[in-house]
């Protein structure tokens, strides 16, 4: 069993910034590919944006494309999720989640082929 600890939610005004991070083991983090989605209320759950396990590539949701970056920490067997210029819809429960093996550009998007999920982290961008 994988286990992800997700972390750095919180309460944020409209334009500022969080990182959200999301830590697994040594070995769930060099075999599998990452993405982040979010679910608002009343929402289905949709993806954010994505990093590949080969290569490193990234690729994001059109609402978040130029404010949200994904990067990695390899000594720290973390992911992260910067999120600047915050807006209001942008609310939303956010969860990491791990699929082993390799993903695309395309394929990352589907939330149904990942295995693993973080328990969830809440933001809140207020207006």
């Known amino acids: 069993q994988v286990q992800l600890i997700e972390s750095g939610g919180g309460l944020v005004q409209t334009g500022g910034s969080l990182r959200l991070a999301c830590a697994a083991s040594?070995?769930?983090?060099?075999?599998?590919?990452m993405a982040w989605f979010r679910q608002a209320p009343g929402k289905e759950r949709e993806f954010v944006g994505g990093?590949?396990?080969?290569?490193?590539?990234?690729s994001y949701a059109d609402s978040v494309k130029g404010r949200f970056t994904i990067s990695r920490d390899n000594t720290k067997n973390t992911w992260y999720l910067q999120m600047n210029n915050l807006k209001p819809e942008d609310t939303a429960v956010y969860y990491c989640?791990?699929?082993?093996?390799?993903?695309?550009?395309?394929?990352?998007?589907?939330?149904?082929?990942?295995?693993?999920w973080g328990q969830g982290t809440q933001v809140t961008v207020s207006s």
């Open positions: 989640a791990l699929l082993p093996g390799s993903t695309t550009a395309q394929s990352m998007r589907d939330r149904r082929i990942y295995n693993y």
């Open positions: 990093l590949t396990r080969i290569g490193g590539r990234t």
């Open positions: 040594e070995r769930a983090f060099s075999t599998m590919s």
